[in-house]
C-alpha cells in the first residue's frame, strides 16, 4: 500500500513537472494570446511601413523587448498574427520605426531579420 501511495505521488510530481514546462513557451508564462493582445495598440503600424506608429504602441513594444525579447517574434509569427492580417515583414521593423535601442537588431525572427 505504501509503495502506491509513493508512485502515485511520484507521478503526479512527474506531471506537474512537465505540465510546467510545458506552459513556458516564447513568452514565458504568458499566453502569446495575451501577449499579442497587449500589442493590440500596433496593429494599424503592423500593415504600413510608412504609417505612423503610435507612442503607446512603441512603449508597449519596448516593455515586451525589455522583459522577452523572443516573445515579440512570437508573437509576428503566430497563427493569431496571420489571421489579423499583420505583415511579419512590417511588424518586425516596429522597434527600429520607435527608435527602441536595445531591440534585437540582427537576430533571426523566422526567415525576417530584425533592422
Known sequence: MKCCKFTA???????????SIEAAGEC??????QAAASLSPCLPATKNPRGKVPPVCCAKVGAL???????????V??????????NP????????RCNIRNRPAGKRCGRYIVP
Open 9 to 19: 505521488l511520484a507521478l503526479m510530481n512527474l506531471l506537474i513537472t512537465l505540465v
Open 28 to 33: 514565458g508564462r504568458m499566453p502569446i494570446g
Open 65 to 75: 523587448i525589455r522583459t522577452n525579447p523572443r516573445c515579440l517574434c512570437a508573437v
Open 77 to 86: 509569427l503566430s497563427p493569431l498574427a496571420k489571421n489579423a492580417g499583420i
Open 89 to 96: 515583414g512590417v511588424a518586425i521593423a516596429i522597434p527600429k
